[in-house]
């Protein structure tokens, strides 16, 4: 490789760099042509950039971009590599996790991983790599504990029509038991009210309007035919 086919590996490395805030640093010695390319699949499949390239030039473009910010993945740069690039920091992770028991080996080996400015180093920090929360799966455990409340109101809501029509069934036979006495307790005490009202005014009439029908008959209809007044002679 001469120097222009170099400084064109460096010019594409930085480019991934720059467009990646997460890569993986791994090894990939003793894996087979084949093996390399059925990784590859795997990658591409989950939106995972494999790159091979060698540590010098790897080193050259990493301290182009930023040597003090990429300084702690330098000691990782040796033997055989294979960058992984991926906008989820835990996937490359998880590609490497299920390769790894399909073939029932150790490789690839995980290096070192940079994750949004964080580093990890060696490969004893695979399996917690592969349980770490993205921006979205955090996001969704936010909105989440956020919903839950509501949930529980909206399902206490949902079920409250159901349990209403059960208490207001219990709750509504005592209430019209009691409801019939009251209307019969009710009758007794209008009638007292009205029936010696109407029967007081009834009586004082009557007595009056009969001495007056007596009085006036003697005088219509006399019982000798003569006016009334006249004194009838005696033999």
């Known amino acids: 490789m001469n120097k222009e086919q170099k400084q064109e590996v460096i010019e594409a490395l930085k480019s991934k760099f720059s467009q990646y805030s997460n890569f993986y640093i791994t090894n990939t010695e003793n894996l087979s042509v084949a093996q390399i390319n059925n990784l590859r699949r795997h990658c591409f499949d989950k939106q995972v950039e ?6 010098t030039l790897i080193k050259k473009a990493l301290q182009s971009l930023d040597d003090d910010k990429y300084a702690g993945v330098y000691d990782s740069l040796h033997q055989v590599t294979a960058l992984m690039f991926s906008e989820s920091p835990k996937e490359p992770a998880l590609i490497i996790s299920s390769f790894r028991k399909s073939l029932n080996a150790e490789k690839p080996v995980l290096k070192a991983a940079f994750l949004n400015g964080d580093i990890f180093v060696g490969d004893n920090q695979l399996v917690a790599l592969t349980k770490i929360k993205t921006k979205n799966e955090l996001i969704g455990e936010v909105i989440g504990l956020l919903m839950s409340p509501i949930q529980r109101v909206i399902g206490a809501l949902q079920n409250r029509p159901e349990h209403v029509q059960k208490t207001e069934a219990v709750v509504a036979a005592p209430e019209i038991t009691p409801a019939a006495p009251v209307v019969t307790d009710a009758a007794p005490e209008k009638v007292p009210e009205a029936a010696p ?15 007056a029908a007596k009085v006036e008959a003697p005088e219509a209809t006399p019982a000798d035919g003569t006016a009334p007044g006249t004194e009838t002679e005696s033999n």
């Open 50 to 55: 494999m790159k091979v390239a060698k540590n």
């Open 197 to 211: 009202v109407v029967a007081a005014a009834a009586v004082p009439e009557a007595p009056v309007a009969m001495p």
